[in-house]
Each structure stands twice: as structure tokens, then as C-alpha cells.
């Protein structure tokens, strides 16, 4: 099992930004791959983006937030990040982390998700 907890999440003015966290516990993560999805309101849950842990350095984003949003993580702390710069009141969602083994296609951990509200 891998439980995940984010946080980081709130309110923001458009062209702000925000970081979000995501502590992962209960099993090494050497051989997950860690991302983060988010729904919006009325929406289906889309994907953000993603990162292996092993390398730290394969990374993979949506179109829709590629150029603004960084992905991260800190072996360390085991803990993955989103950096979120340059927010637009379309980012406005519930974020949530989630976790993968890497040759699996589907992520059968997750967070309870974290609110992002990005006000205009």
C-alpha cells in the first residue's frame, strides 16, 4: 500500500502561483511512477503530470500546462511536487496526487485531493 496526502492548495489570483505538495508513505517508491490529475467542476479527471521516481528527470505534462507547471520530486522527504506558475482561472480544480508501478498502465493510488481556486 502507498498513501498519499497532499496539500498546498488555495486561493490565487490569475498570473500567481502555487505549490503542491504530495507525502508518500508505505512502501519505496523506486519503482513508481508519481502524478498528479485534476477535476474541475462538472469535469472528468484529467492529467497534469507525471515523473518517474527512479530517474527524477522523465517527466510528461499536459499540453494544456506544459511551459508552466514543473513537476518534482524530493527522494529525501519522499515527497513529489507541482509548481504551478503563471495560473489561469481554467487551472481552478481539485488536485490530486497519485501513484503507479511503472509497467502498469493505471494509478491505483491516490490522494484526497487538494483545492486550487484561481480567482480573475
Known amino acids: 500500500q502507498v498513501q498519499l496526502v497532499e496539500s498546498g492548495g488555495g486561493l490565487v489570483q490569475a498570473g500567481g502561483s502555487l505549490r503542491l505538495s504530495c507525502a508518500a508513505s508505505?512502501?519505496?517508491?523506486?519503482?513508481?511512477?508519481m502524478g498528479w490529475f485534476r477535476q474541475a467542476p462538472g469535469k472528468e479527471r484529467e492529467f497534469v503530470a507525471a515523473?518517474?521516481?527512479?530517474?527524477?528527470?522523465?517527466?510528461y505534462y499536459a499540453d494544456s500546462v506544459k511551459g508552466r507547471f514543473t513537476i518534482s520530486r524530493d527522494n529525501a522527504k519522499n515527497t513529489v511536487y507541482l509548481q504551478m506558475n503563471s495560473l489561469k482561472p481554467e487551472d481552478t480544480a481539485v488536485y490530486y496526487c497519485?501513484?503507479?508501478?511503472?509497467?502498469?498502465?493505471?494509478?491505483?493510488?491516490w490522494g484526497q485531493g487538494t483545492q486550487v481556486t484561481v480567482s480573475s
Open positions: 497519485a501513484a503507479r508501478v511503472q509497467f502498469l498502465r493505471d494509478y491505483n493510488y
Open positions: 508505505g512502501r519505496p517508491l523506486s519503482s513508481y511512477v
Open positions: 515523473i518517474n521516481w527512479r530517474s527524477g528527470e522523465t517527466t
